[in-house]
């Protein structure tokens, strides 16, 4: 039998809210996750469409909707759409869809979006390239390449667990010079987070994919290593990294 997916598994096990860690985020740069926020809102208006590429569950996209005359979520995992749509109707969202689409292949038409953005999720430029209407925007805000790295080289593996010859952002812009995008705009962010016990920083790890086979019994032996040298007095560290780019396809 084939393995569950990976976010269908999350949400199977955690539901809508996702799983309840104890934590505390310390942002010397901003917060990155806002800011992309506000660059979206910057370059909305109700006369767009947009489409949220790797929608998950669903709450930005809704958050979103109020920007844009219709804005559209696509996701692989059916239990994430699943809840995604349960909060479209207890909310009365109207301008909204759900559907199951990959990001690298969609069904739609070319030249049919205003903008596009993902978070954290599956991203094609070239499927993003075609999809934009002429003048149309690209948003991305992804996992930067010293996210969590002293935990992966604990674990010996992990989410973009390699020898970097040069950043992930320039990585990204250089595939979207190469599709034919002009660069907009471009930051990175470091910034900390601090959790509360061992017990919540495990729990945490079960549910995002810096490890996809994160086990909480076989891989105790790692987590206690790291834990023993990255408690502080906030708690335990894990050093988080993020990067925003915005692109626009030519008029």
Known sequence: MAEE????????????????????????????????????????????????????????????????????????????????????????????????????????DANLFDLVYSRRGPTSYHECYRVLKPGGYMLRIDIGEKDAWDLKKVFGRGQGFWEWKTTAQEIAMQQLAQEGFSIVYGQSFSYDEYYASYEDLDLFLQSVPIFQDFDSQKDRAFLETYVGSFKRDQGILLPRHRFITVAQKPA
Do not use: W
Request: glycine residues 8%; contains cysteine.
């Open 5 to 108: 997916p990976f976010y269908d598994k999350v949400s199977r096990k955690f539901g809508a809210s996702g799983p309840q860690v104890k934590h505390i985020t310390v942002y010397p740069e901003g917060d990155p996750e806002l800011l992309f926020e506000q660059k979206i809102v910057e370059l909305s208006s109700k006369e767009k469409v947009a489409l949220d590429m790797g929608c998950g569950k669903g709450a930005f996209t809704l958050h979103m909707a109020a920007h844009f005359r219709e804005i559209v979520g696509i996701d692989t995992s059916v239990e994430s759409l699943k809840y995604a749509l349960e909060q479209q109707q207890e909310q009365g969202t109207t301008n909204a869809r759900f559907e199951i689409q990959d990001a690298k292949h969609t069904g739609f």
